[in-house]
């Protein structure tokens, strides 16, 4: 089944604890992207790949870092978490990000920073 | 600043009345147009794409487009419980990723 999958779905951690969140997708995609959605704010972009060892910031990237190593992971990091960064957490993919392409959400991943 | 708004709602509607939710965004350069529908705690479901002016029609939806008024609407007809959801309109420029809008809270009366 073609899908986005993302790691772990619920997380509760600690200011200044290092995380990280896992996304695959098994589509032979290659533009991946971080999403965050906040109650009034809405999605908004984070980073995004067009493809591997190519990121790029998006709207929101202070406090992430990102890499893609691999086509199918793109993993993101939070070094130090702080508690703004407290929100559901959405990565995507499409097959180039060019255009007129479907983008597949994962799951989620709800984030608690205390 | 790319923009796209949304009428936050909450946005009722009778059981099969025809919903219509609506969108405007600022960037003239705007190329692709897409409505996600999302259900409270779960990722963003695509509906409709439109890439041309005027209508498109997928079933109970139609999406509309007028890039002159920077404009995008969708339809939803004989509408059901089950399209109570979150609405969110997104737009796309070449390369660049999705703007999304805030999203319209539809909730449809039974």
């Known amino acids: 089944e073609a899908q986005v999958t993302q790691n772990p779905r619920y997380l509760i951690t600690v200011t200044g604890k290092k995380l990280t969140v896992t996304c695959s997708q098994n589509?032979?995609?290659?533009?991946m992207s971080w999403y965050r959605q906040d109650p009034g704010l809405g999605l908004r972009q984070i980073y995004y790949?067009?493809?591997?060892?190519?990121?790029d910031k998006g709207d929101v990237p202070e406090g992430y870092k990102v890499s893609r190593k691999e086509k199918r992971n793109f993993p993101l990091i939070l070094e130090s978490p702080s508690p703004n960064q407290t929100s559901l957490y959405f990565c995507?993919?499409?097959?180039?990000?060019?255009?007129?392409?479907?983008?597949?959400f994962g799951p989620g991943t709800r984030l608690l920073v205390l | 600043q790319k923009e796209v708004e949304q009428n936050s709602g909450p946005l009722s509607v009778p059981e099969g009345a025809i919903a219509s939710l609506n969108c405007t965004y600022s960037d003239r350069g705007s190329q692709s147009f897409f409505w996600y529908r999302q259900y409270s705690g779960k990722s963003p479901e695509l509906i409709m794409s439109?890439?041309?002016?005027g209508d498109k029609e997928d079933g109970r939806f139609t999406a509309q487009l007028n890039k002159a008024s920077q404009y995008v609407s969708l339809l939803i007809r004989d509408s059901q419980p089950s399209d109570s959801a979150t609405y969110l309109c997104?737009?796309?420029?070449?390369?660049?990723?999705?703007?999304f809008g805030k999203g319209t809270h539809l909730i449809i009366q039974p």
């Open positions: 997104a737009v796309k420029r070449g390369a660049d990723g999705l703007t």
């Open positions: 589509m032979n995609h290659e533009y």
């Open positions: 995507a993919s499409s097959l180039s990000g060019l255009g007129r392409e479907t983008q597949y």
């Open positions: 439109i890439y041309s002016n």
């Open positions: 790949s067009m493809n591997v060892e190519v990121t």
